[in-house]
């Protein structure tokens, strides 16, 4: 900010006497950072932006268009479990945009595999536990044959998983059957979209996100700084760290009221699927920043020739993303057939595939590789699921709904491809 | 072997070579590459290795690297005799080889670039505070200041300073010899000051380098010796004190010049 942010900055921190390097003691100033940022977005780099200006831009929209409904709290509960497979299968397509591959397959893998979810319960009669395991194993083995086809017989992904986009579908259709709908009545599965953690227990784990959070951005910068190592400004951390825990506050908050339209029942509490997602969030955004798998990931994805040469496993990490991807589609499953306490033979085909691209894509991953997280899923699906939500708030009709939608994506694809002519251009 | 090391050394070959090579054949089909090759490189030193399109350089450092392994001859590594079968065995070496090309991931930072494929963990949690430290104590002992942060994207980077992070990558790994495959060709002037410099540190600290150009204003600023190929054959492997610009490329270009060079018996085959 000021000049003597500079040298407060500059004097408190025990750096080690580093020649040149400057930047990493500038860029402790807040005004180093936001210069940084800007420069970041000039080189086209744009990041979390467009998704959180998207979510905001549509949330006045919604409120403005439909004030009475959109922004109650039991609309946003319903906003929050349809994010949820969108999402989910989103985090998954992260791996795969990373390494600028694409899993056309993913919607259909997911219906295929909610499928097994069904049969296994209904039909096998098994616990719960078995046939989550066998949805999520049934992901995992189609990873495995899409990744081998992609990374060891070398066929371009999007043929591989287009041939499976209509393969799976067939699958489906046999295990469910032509015109049959399985419902799926099993409690646990039922409850993921449709219960609720009891109001204290979602305060208790709101507030240990936002500690665990805290506690751990606050360690990461004091041991950084304390070793002389590049870091953030603090203001930037402690505004960050705000930031994180007045959305989760205001989420459970909002969660937590009794949003049930007839006085005689009781709803309120963080739908279950939630609390899923985060974890999911969590397990991810480690896997991809804190592991070597992670960085292999993004250096395939960068430069897989170079990625080669440093001893790295390419095809390994090819057909790991694609098992991750095809895995996380499950779980999607689970959660979408929990959503509709059925599978219809036509789960996970339409648009389902498109919204979660859509979503990858809105958060800031490039599908032409190499820059993507896991968070970009979460704020992309949220955006995708206000659109889908508010357009059926509004009563559009069908046709409109899937033009709106395609036209947000070409959107999102347009910017994506700007922003890497743009960094290519500010190379050289 | 013996009956070569013990012949009266000049001045500089005083020092024991890093890497001497001893009647190394190579052929690729009925194409003979690389015919009886001698070279040595020594610590502290940087060989500039010369030689028209098609001499042999690239196949002879893809030797070096183990990516070519050669067909007969002998690889003595300080001193002791080794087999390069594979990049694996060279790297084990202290091998390290910087292609033209440069292998960097544009979206990965400079720490994340120098320490890809052989990441420092604490269990399965990536060690980025170590990897950062020694990333930087690298680049400080190579007096590398024109980065202005460890943690800058490399897309970020002129082609100097790529150039720069890819060296300083050979480095990292406490290698003993560096080769450098044309690392100035597509710099500027500016830049080409750099990495010079930056070969010439590399060599004061303590590695054999060996330094392929096309361009005898590099060779003459920063070489203590020079190789010149010609035709598969190490025409000439002196102290670039016994030679001029213009011998140097009489060798390039003919394989001879003056005193120096192969005998015409060589060339005629």
Known sequence: MSSNTLTAAE??????????????????????????????????DLGALPAVLGIVVLGILFTALRPDTFLTPLNLANLLVQSTPIIVLAMGLVFVLLLGEIDLSAGVVSGVCSAVLAQLLVQAGVAWPIAVLGAIATGAVIGVFTGSLVGIVGIPSFVVTLALFLGFQGVTLRLIGQGGTVPVREPVIRALANENLPVTLGWILAALVVVAYAGFELWRWRSQRSRGLAHQPLLLVVLRIAVIAAVVVGVTAILSVDRA??????????????????????????????????????????????????????????????VISSSLAAISGI???????????????????????????????????????????????????IIANGLGLLGVAAYLNFIITGGVLLLAASVDALARRRAATARR | MSALEQTPPTSSTLERPTLSLRGVNKSFGAVQVLHDVHLDVYPGKVTALVGDNGAGKSTLIKSIAGIHPIDSGTVEFEGKPVQLNGPRDAARLGIEVVYQDLALADNLDVVQNMFLGRERKRGVVLDEA?????????????????????????????????????????????????????PTAALGVAQTRQVLDLVRRLA?????????????????????????????????????????????????????????????DALED
């Open chain 1, 261 to 322: 339209l007839a006085a005689a029942i009781d709803l309120a509490g963080i739908p279950y699927a939630v609390p899923l997602v985060v974890l999911l969030l969590l397990v991810l955004t480690f896997v991809l920043s804190r592991t070597s798998f992670g960085r292999h990931v993004y250096a395939v994805g960068g430069n897989a020739e170079a990625a080669r040469r440093a001893g790295i496993n390419v095809t390994r990490i090819r057909v790991l993303a694609f």
């Open chain 2, 204 to 264: 004061d600290t303590g590695h054999a380098v060996v330094f392929i150009t096309h361009n005898m204003v590099d060779v003459f600023e920063v070489a203590d010796r020079v190789a010149a190929l010609y035709l598969g054959r190490v025409a000439a492997d002196v102290p670039i004190s016994e030679v001029d610009r213009t011998q140097v490329i009489e060798l390039i270009t003919s394989g001879r010049s003056g005193e120096l060079g192969l005998a015409s």
């Open chain 2, 130 to 182: 170590s990897m950062e430290e020694a990333a930087r104590d690298t680049l400080t002992k190579l007096s590398v200041r024109t980065l202005k942060s460890v943690r800058q994207l490399v897309s970020s980077l002129s082609g100097g300073q790529r150039q720069t992070v890819a060296i300083a990558k050979a480095v990292l790994w406490e290698s003993k010899l560096v080769i450098l495959d044309e």
């Open chain 1, 335 to 385: 959660l979408a057939t929990s959503r509709l306490s059925s599978v219809t033979p036509d789960a996970g085909a339409g648009n389902t595939l498109l919204y979660a691209v859509g979503a990858a894509v809105i958060g800031g991953t490039s599908l032409f590789g190499g820059r993507g997280r896991a968070r970009d899923a979460v704020l992309g699906g949220l955006v995708i699921a």
């Open chain 1, 11 to 44: 004097a408190s921190g025990p750096h080690k006497p580093a020649a040149g390097f400057e930047g990493d003691r500038h860029d402790n100033t807040v005004g180093g950072a936001v210069r940084g940022y800007l420069n970041k977005l000039r080189a086209g």
